[in-house]
């Protein structure tokens, strides 16, 4: 399986962009997809993730109320919706699949929030 993030930008504080993290494989609904961020200079950081058994989702403290993460099973796509966006939410953001021990990673997608 493929996976190819798309959807970032430059956006103003407060304002939002919507992340889709798109799959190659018919299987995608067995995948628990997780979208992580990583600035410069720092580490990876988990922002959010849907479960594949029940779309469980779970959330960064730092995102909670913010950021929501969807699955459209139809499209074979995971969105994130990123709602009153940060200067801190700056990073390149990717999207990772796992299945069993298998994870596989996005190219990632720039996400730049000015102040």
């Known amino acids: 399986v493929q996976l190819v993030e798309s959807g970032g930008g430059l956006v103003q504080a407060g304002g939002s962009l919507r992340l889709s993290c798109a799959a190659s494989?018919?299987?995608?609904?067995?995948?628990?997809i997780g979208w992580f961020r990583q600035a410069p200079g720092k580490e990876r950081e988990g922002v959010s993730c849907?479960?594949?058994?029940?779309?469980?989702?779970y959330y960064a403290d730092s995102v909670k109320g913010r950021f929501t993460i969807s699955r459209d099973s139809a499209k074979n796509i995971v969105y994130l919706q990123m709602n009153d966006l940060k200067p801190e939410d700056t990073a390149v953001y990717y999207c990772?699949?796992?299945?069993?021990?298998?994870?596989?990673w996005g190219q990632g997608t720039q996400v730049t929030v000015s102040s």
């Open positions: 849907i479960v594949s058994t029940d779309n469980t989702t």
């Open positions: 990772a699949g796992g299945i069993g021990s298998r994870v596989v």
């Open positions: 494989t018919s299987t995608f609904d067995d995948y628990t």
